[in-house]
């Protein structure tokens, strides 16, 4: 009974910042990575970023520089700090806990880049 609760989405203007959160509860066992995924409108989900249980952090190329990942691990939580934020960054976003047996998925937050 593993539960990821997402937090921190809304509606932005280009070039402004967001902060979502993650937050795991529940039986928790052999961590090996937790990331962010999104999936806009008649789009395929696609990876964002990435860190591994010995803090080793993966960008996808569109946000490189612009996005950071990071982790509380007495928390439980993983954030993704947005800056500079663009209208093709509007999608649904969802957070993913691997472990070495299954994967688990938040249920989505909103963003929302737009003028």
């Known amino acids: 009974q593993v539960q990821l609760v997402e937090s921190g989405g809304g509606l932005v203007q280009p070039g402004g910042s967001l902060r979502l959160s993650c937050a795991a509860s529940?039986?928790?066992?052999?961590?090996?990575?937790m990331g962010w995924y999104r999936q806009a409108p008649g789009k395929k989900r696609e990876l964002v970023a990435t860190?591994?249980?010995?803090?080793?952090?993966n960008y996808a190329d569109s946000v490189k520089g612009r996005f950071t990942i990071s982790r509380d691990n007495a928390k439980n939580t993983v954030y993704l700090q947005m800056n500079s934020l663009k209208p093709e960054d509007t999608a649904v976003y969802y957070c993913?806990?691997?472990?070495?047996?299954?994967?688990?998925w938040g249920q989505g937050t909103q963003v929302t880049v737009s003028s």
């Open positions: 860190i591994t249980s010995d803090d080793n952090t």
């Open positions: 993913k806990l691997r472990t070495s047996l299954f994967d688990y």
């Open positions: 529940g039986s928790i066992f052999s961590i090996n990575a």
